[in-house]
């Protein structure tokens, strides 16, 4: 069964980094795009695109946060990484890791990013 875990939350100053990583494990089957979402408070039905990544590298970004995150990811690890730099308080939501195997979507259990003002 695909698992994905999730680490790298907290709470931060604003002005701070932060960096999430997204393990995925138990797939027989090749990783394609994996990305990053977030669950912003009083919005707990929507999941905003932050960023994805695609087997080959390739990248795009929400408007947002454009220059200040950076998405990676280590294909022999079956990893994906995101920088989080310059955060604001309206960075703080729930980050979701997501990745797409076999026109599937498999999702890890969320982490808390909290940025003080």
């Known amino acids: 069964q695909v698992q994905l875990v999730e680490s790298g939350g907290g709470l931060v100053q604003a002005g701070g980094s932060l960096r999430l990583s997204c393990a995925a494990s138990?797939?027989?089957?090749?990783?394609?795009?994996m990305g990053w979402y977030r669950q912003v408070p009083g919005r707990e039905r929507v999941r905003g695109l932050v960023?994805?990544?695609?087997?080959?590298?390739?990248?795009t970004y929400a408007g947002s946060v454009k220059g200040r995150f950076t998405i990676s990811r280590d294909n022999a690890k079956n990893t994906v990484y995101l920088q989080m730099n310059s955060l604001k308080p309206e960075d703080t939501a729930v980050y979701y890791c997501?990745?797409?195997?076999?026109?599937?979507?498999?999702w890890g259990q969320g982490t808390q990013v909290t940025v003080s003002s």
């Open positions: 997501n990745a797409k195997i076999v026109s599937r979507d498999y």
């Open positions: 138990g797939s027989h089957f090749s990783i394609g795009a």
């Open positions: 960023a994805t990544i695609s087997s080959d590298g390739s990248t």
